[in-house]
Each structure stands twice: as structure tokens, then as C-alpha cells.
């Protein structure tokens, strides 16, 4: 509705309309967010990196909010899980997106922060700050952006909490996405 086209490879199903939309560049994200912001009278934008990875894991060092390990029961990612016993396939992944909000959110009601598509983030990539950080922003300008969390067609390990992936502004896939932050007006907030 905001940009008049969905540029998805997976488009919903009448069974399963709420999918993300992906295959999109950090540049449509960015338009998406000015459109949406022009609309509404809110302000709204990529989050950081930090912000992204801080919300991911609503409060937890694991790897995933929900611990140490990735089951195909709680996130949309490449992979087969087989009975420890008899080695049987138990649950296959899905080779696609899912509808959002499939699976189980995290302790701040987030949902699909380790699979379902990568997701843009604002920061423009750079090395890791030395030592500790609060809140740091990517530098200024760059060739490639970052995007964070897993998606329906990456591995395990490539779907952690601080797992970080990079592409050029203009790149599209059909595993990356965007999720957006949004700031009211003092004025809008008090409704």
C-alpha cells in the first residue's frame, strides 16, 4: 500500500498472506521508510545495527533468544532435523518465507529475528568498535550495508543473534527484507 508494488519472489498464498516482503535493495527500505513517514506524520527508519542485534536478543547472551541451540519449531531456516535414535527426518526446512508470526516471538514479542529473511539494517559496514560500545553507529559512509538475522535459506550458525551480513545498497534477494523502527510525535504518542 505504501510503495504500490511488491516486489516479492514469495508472494502470500490465500492460505498464507502475510509473508515479508523481501527482495528488496537498503534503498527501496529507505523509500519505503520516507513514504511511511510522509503518511503518517512518524518518524520512520532502519534500525542500527546495534539496535537491531539489541532487540533480537530482548535481554539474552545465548545465541538465539530462545538459548543455545536452533530447532525448524522455532525459526524459518535452512536445515533437517533427524530423530536422535533412528536418524529419521523428523521436520524438513520450508525452501521458502513463511507467514509472519509462524513462530514463537522473543521475550519483547519480536518474531522471525532468526529466520524467515535477513533484515537491513541503517549502519554502513565497519569493524567492531574496540572494547565496550553503548549504542554505536556505523561510520558515515561506505560501500555496503549491513543486514542481520537468518533467513529461510541460510544455515544454522548464519541465523545467531550477532550474525551480520553485508551487501551493496542497490543488492535484492529473496531472503532479505527490512524491519522498521517507529518514532511518534509527542503530540501522536498521548492518543
Sequence with gaps: MVMNVNPSHFKGKSDSPNRP????????????????????????????????????????TMPFH?????DLELANFKGTQRDQRTRQI??????ETTPMGTYPPNAWWLQDMHGNVQEWCSDWVANYPAGPALDPQGPKNGQQRIARGGAWDLDPSDCRSANRRMG????????????????????????
Design 21 to 60: 516482503v523481501e527482495n528488496v535493495s537498503w534503498n527501496d527500505a529507505m523509500e519505503f521508510c520516507r513514504r511511511l513517514s510522509e503518511k503518517t506524520g512518524a518518524t520512520v527508519r532502519l534500525p542500527t545495527e546495534a539496535e537491531w542485534e539489541y532487540a533480537c536478543r530482548a535481554g539474552v
Design 66 to 70: 530462545f538459548g543455545a541451540n536452533l
Design 90 to 95: 523428523i521436520r524438513e526446512d520450508k525452501r
Design 168 to 191: 551493496e545498497p542497490g543488492m535484492r534477494r529473496t531472503d532479505l527484507g527490512f524491519r522498521v523502527v517507529v518514532s511518534f510525535p509527542p503530540a501522536q504518542r498521548a492518543r
